[in-house]
């Protein structure tokens, strides 16, 4: 999957000098970053110029929006998807089955949170955990085979599942106060 040539940005993977993969532990990433951040730190340059100063602090923050971009992994899946050319829109929609299967589990998430039933909620949060887990597997098999539109598709879906799970923190949290 090749970078667009029309990419002004530099490349959140060659700035942190990892292969462009879905697969990278996040370890990796972490210690790329971590190696990078000591060659660039700003406080290196503090005695230079004021035009390297600058040029420092502008890679710099170019190396921490890379580690933020690829830290995790649908960030870096989007990434990916992006950097192939396949955007994601604000408004995009799931197949209708999907769509019907997320109403429903909201629906009983709302009930849920509408009786205070805790353990409820709960349960509701730890089966939706597991779903994104499966779908995170699930595109690493997608990036393995080269599949974008299946890649699209799961990364659409997995922002239903971080707004749902987002929605359980949130009862969760209520019920705290």
Do not use: W
Not at 40 to 49: E, G, K, Q
Not at 109 to 118: F, G, N, P, V, Y
């Amino acid at each position: 999957m090749e970078s667009p040539s029309s990419s002004r940005q530099p490349d959140a993977f060659d700035l942190l000098g990892l292969p462009a993969r879905f697969d990278l532990d996040g370890d990796v990433i972490e210690r790329a970053f971590y190696e990078r951040s000591k060659e660039l730190h700003p406080d290196r340059f503090a005695s230079a110029p004021a035009a390297e100063r600058v040029v420092a602090l502008s890679r710099s923050r170019a190396l921490n929006d890379a580690y933020q971009t690829l830290k995790k992994p649908v960030g870096r899946a989007e990434y990916l998807l992006e950097r192939a050319g396949v955007s994601i829109g604000e408004n995009e929609r799931l197949d209708p089955v999907t769509i019907m299967a997320v109403l429903e589990m909201r629906e009983e998430l709302a009930e849920a949170r509408a009786a205070k039933a805790i353990a409820k909620i709960e349960a509701l949060q730890t089966d939706m955990k597991q779903r994104r887990a499966r779908d995170l597997t699930e595109l690493d098999r997608l990036f393995a085979q080269q599949d974008l539109d299946g890649i699209k598709r799961v990364l659409i879906g997995l922002r239903y599942v971080d707004r749902y799970l987002e929605e359980c923190d949130a009862a969760l949290d209520q019920d705290e106060d």
